[in-house]
């Protein structure tokens, strides 16, 4: 098996052009949840399954689902996107896990029941053998199954099923909720205590209107950003781990748009990103993005950004 792969399922297929999965081979140690984020709750959970694979010989997976449950139950209530489905399985398998399986996440596959979950999915499919859960893991058709439920049918099946306890950081408990949340007030600073890391995405640079060329501050348009966390504005940012930058997320008011896109102005950078996948990481929050009166107005306050990244982050080497 590759190290990510979708599961093949009687209810959900595998989207076009990624690995697929029919089952697993080897014995397994898992752990199932969304690990949208992959913060540092998360990271105490994967090493513990890490290291019961170490102990017992047993290969270490994540199951994990795709696109996020709500986006298919309920739309409206649906949280914005911490990490798309590549960095997830980036930021799990830099743990040491062996390999991540997301399931297709669709209507059919939210009917199946919570005991047929188990059996057909965990045990059979994935060959579980030790079964690693947060405190309030909840599974199958309207949440009905339990950790009991779980550990029932381990006894029967012949698996375990170990709970963890939630992970606490300065008396919060570490959830993707919160940190959602500290993004969008812009306190990155906080978030990254949570997360453990400086918040980043990782995506693929697509054309843009050339607009940040006419400026005199050419931008690299990151793709599918319209669902992310951040709070609307100007960010310090640092491109591939070394090159600074001033990256606007928002709708450019000036120029009258509507989706939210992702916008870096990489600092003394010379050169085409266009279909490369580059790292942003989000180091400060500078200011509230706002309609200016003009694209020559527009410019002197971009400028005045790059001074102010130049000052806040001298050690951030350039090109």
Known sequence: ???????????????????????EESPTVITVGNFDGVHLGHRHLLRKVKEIGEKRGLKSLVLSFYPHPLMVLSPAQSPCELTSLQ???????????????????????????AEEFIREVLYERLQCRHLVVGHDWRFGYRREGEIELAREMGKELDFEVEETQPFRVGGHVVSSTFIRRLLHLGRLEEAALYLGRNYWIERRVVGGARRGLSLGFPTANLENTENLCLKE??????????????????????????????????????????????RVEFLKFMREERRFSSPEELARQIKEDVLAVRELFPHVSSV
């Open 87 to 113: 960095e997830r399985a980036t930021l799990i398998l830099e743990e040491g896990i062996q390999g991540v399986v997301f399931i297709k996440f669709g209507r059919r596959f939210a009917r199946m029941g």
């Open 233 to 278: 504005g100007v960010y310090a940012v640092r491109v591939e781990g070394k090159l600074p930058g001033v990256a606007n997320y928002g709708r450019r008011p000036t120029f009258g748009g509507r989706d939210k896109v992702l916008e870096v102005h990489i600092i003394d950078f010379k050169g085409d990103l266009r279909g490369e996948r580059i």
């Open 1 to 23: 098996m590759e190290k990510v792969a979708f599961l093949k399922t009687s209810y959900s297929g595998c989207p076009k052009g990624l690995s697929c999965l029919e089952r």
